[in-house]
């Protein structure tokens, strides 16, 4: 599989934020890059960067090195981005995804044809909680509607199967 500029994207957006992806796509293919010329090129404040740069850390997105600097006497941090890792990532990203999915397609099954929800959207419960709300929103006070659940165990059902076969698909 390639590991495209816009999978890097997704990839970091879910994992690490929006507000990383400047600076990812900064350091995307520059190398030991310090982290003052970062916030110069970025435009944006250095605790700022150095907070993104150790949370893309965390997650083995960058490597880095710190040196002295002879003339101003202190350390400045040199940062790689670590684009194999994105492959990674992205397959844990996948599996948990999955995983999600199975787990509310399990519990909706769990509940087939026993769902209740607010008109507003405030809550949508099954028959249990219903019956301890007496069948009233808490939120809003409205009489719950009873909602037939087929639709989504479908479309649960169709998602983790479209997972599955771009899982495949990958490999
Ligand atoms: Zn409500």
């Not at 350091?27 to 110069?40: G, V």
């Not at 101003?72 to 844990?92: A, C, E, Q």
Request: aromatic share 10%.
């Amino acid at each position: 599989m390639r590991i495209t500029n816009t999978k890097i994207t997704e990839t970091v957006k879910e994992i690490i934020g929006e507000d990383s992806l400047e600076i990812v796509e900064y350091l995307r293919d520059k190398k030991n890059i310090s982290d003052f010329k970062i916030a110069e090129k970025t435009k944006r404040d250095i605790h700022e960067i150095r907070n993104i740069l150790y949370r893309l850390y965390n997650h083995n997105l960058v490597s880095y090195y710190r040196k002295k600097d002879r003339q101003k006497g202190w350390y400045i941090s040199y940062w790689t981005f670590n684009k194999k890792r994105i492959k990674d990532l992205m397959d844990n990203l996948h599996h948990s995804k999955i995983e999600k999915f199975t787990e509310r397609l399990q519990e909706e099954e769990l509940n087939k044809g026993n769902i209740y929800m607010c008109p507003s959207a405030c809550i949508r419960v099954n028959f249990d909680k219903a019956t301890d709300f007496e069948f009233k929103c808490p939120e809003c006070g409205t009489i719950l509607n009873h909602q037939d659940n087929e639709k989504t165990i479908t479309f649960l059902r169709d998602k983790i199967k479209e997972l599955r076969t771009v899982k495949n698909i990958a490999k």
